[in-house]
């Protein structure tokens, strides 16, 4: 169930560059399940690029599916012409035309990239894949490092299944595939030692669904977030993963008494209205266990980071209100402060200004609500402060409650987006732009 590797075809030590081809493929879901996809490279999901922290990153991008897309660097604080964001950083790229994307990654983390033309439907048939940008000196001594691409795909007589299903109430919802895949699988299977540390970094890439993380009473030490290590190491019995976002864990099965196998698997989770009526639970992958011995005891030094604050006093404070209003012809949609993003809700920020977001969620549904480019820092959710700190770019708003951010904008004008990352909110409305203008 390992991810398929992006070839780096520069010799150059610090910069990796690679071709990638969004295509049709055929492709194997395991139990014997084929579905013709749209792929990157002919894979599902797309092919893991892996760099070093600091290193250039050259990707030409080639569209060969029937319609327009383009690449976004989920997270990546690129340059606005590098954020894949048609019309406002760049042309979509048509059938046929290509595109270089050329940036340098300077954090480490796990980020993803996807398209960001009709996101639901694209990223939906089975547009992702991730960017590992390591950290060699972050010194987490494990036995097996994972990256594990959490996602749906939605199949119907042996297709892919038509994107509107349901109409205004799958959108209002968010629809979600109906096969759960892990690394682009509906069985995966893993073998461990028993009792061996493993380092898993996980990413939610599907576009609705929420996943409940739980290995069967093993605890979780969550170590890391969206950018990278957070400040101290939190555990947790279970954990929620919210699409777009990624975690960086460590858990360390132990053999159960039986000796048979373990199951990690996504619980019911209460997204809002009909996400957990007839519901059930989803097996994500059987954890079978080597013919070793227990691996010996020890104390793992765990990583914790020093993250500064951003400081707020003197911060602009802007309220992002999320609605959901019917329109004159009955049909509803989802707005920020009562518009849809048709109406271009744009805000306006300086370069090196400081804004706090407060986002009020007025709706029935959870939105994880992404934005591009910067980082920022969550104080609190529903006026509780949040901790540990750290860096954001995704943050959960459930339904009727409010959530609220720091960011700090540094020197990269232009157009960027924000949004709810359950895709098809995105699509009905649930976008905005901040400007950010140059220095005065
Ligand atoms: Cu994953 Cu506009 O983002
Ligand atoms: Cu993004
Ligand atoms: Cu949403």
Same mark, same amino acid.
């Given at each position: 169930m390992r991810l398929h590797a992006a070839v780096d075809t520069? =010799? !150059?030590?610090k910069i990796v560059e690679i071709d990638l081809v969004a295509r049709e493929a055929d492709v194997d879901l395991g139990n014997g399940e084929r579905v013709r996809a749209w792929t990157y490279n002919g894979t599902l999901p797309g092919p893991q690029i892996t760099a070093q922290a600091g290193d250039r990153l050259i990707v030409h991008f080639k569209n060969e599916l029937t319609a327009p897309t383009t690449v976004h660097w989920h997270g990546v604080q690129v340059p606005n012409a590098m !954020? $894949? *964001? =048609?019309?406002?950083?760049q042309p979509s790229v048509l059938p046929g035309d290509s595109f270089t994307y050329d940036f340098r990654v300077d954090d480490p983390g796990l980020f993803w990239y996807h398209p960001h033309v009709m996101s639901a439907a694209q990223v939906g048939f089975g547009l992702y894949g991730t960017l590992l940008v390591k950290d =060699?000196?972050? #010194? *987490? #001594? *494990?036995a097996d490092e994972l990256v594990l691409v959490l996602s749906d795909i939605g199949i119907a007589d042996g297709r892919l299944e /038509?994107? !509107?299903? #349901?109409g205004a109430l799958g959108m209002a919802f968010g629809r979600e595939g109906n096969r759960v895949l892990v690394n682009g699988h509906t069985n995966a299977t893993l073998t461990v030692r028993d009792g061996a540390p493993q380092r898993w970094r996980v990413?939610?890439?599907?576009?609705s669904r929420y996943f409940l993380l739980d290995l069967e009473g093993e605890t979780f030490t969550i170590i890391g977030r969206d950018g990278g290590l957070q400040a101290r190491p939190e555990r947790m019995d279970t954990v929620v993963i919210t699409p777009g976002e990624r975690l960086d864990l460590i858990v360390a099965p132990r053999r159960p008494a039986d000796g048979g196998t373990r199951v990690l698997r996504s619980g019911l989770y209460n997204r #809002?209205? $009909? /996400?957990?009526?007839f519901r059930q639970v989803e097996e994500l992958v059987t954890l079978s266990f080597a013919?070793?011995?227990?691996?010996?005891p020890a104390s793992l030094a765990l990583p914790s980071r020093r993250i500064e604050p951003i400081a707020t006093a003197g911060a602009t404070r802007l309220a992002i209100d999320i609605t959901l209003s019917t329109r004159d012809d009955g049909t509803v949609e989802y707005g920020i402060n009562g518009k849809a993003f048709a109406d271009e809700h744009t805000s306006t920020a300086r370069v090196g200004e400081t804004q706090i977001w407060n986002i009020t969620n007025h709706t029935k549904w959870s939105h994880p609500f992404h934005l591009h480019g910067f980082f920022f820092q969550v104080l609190d959710a529903n006026g509780v402060p949040v901790q540990p700190l750290a860096w954001k770019d995704t943050v959960d708003v459930p339904f009727e409650q409010s959530v609220s951010f720091v960011v700090r904008f540094d020197d990269r004008p232009g157009m960027w987006m924000y949004h709810c990352h359950v895709l098809d909110h995105a699509d009905g409305g649930l976008m905005g732009m901040v400007q950010l203008l140059p220095k005065e």
């Open positions: 520069n =010799p !150059d030590p !954020d $894949g *964001v =048609p019309w406002h950083t =060699p000196a972050d #010194g *987490v #001594g *494990v /038509s994107p !509107d299903s #349901g990413v939610n890439a599907a576009k #809002g209205f $009909g /996400s957990v009526e013919d070793l011995p227990p691996y010996p």
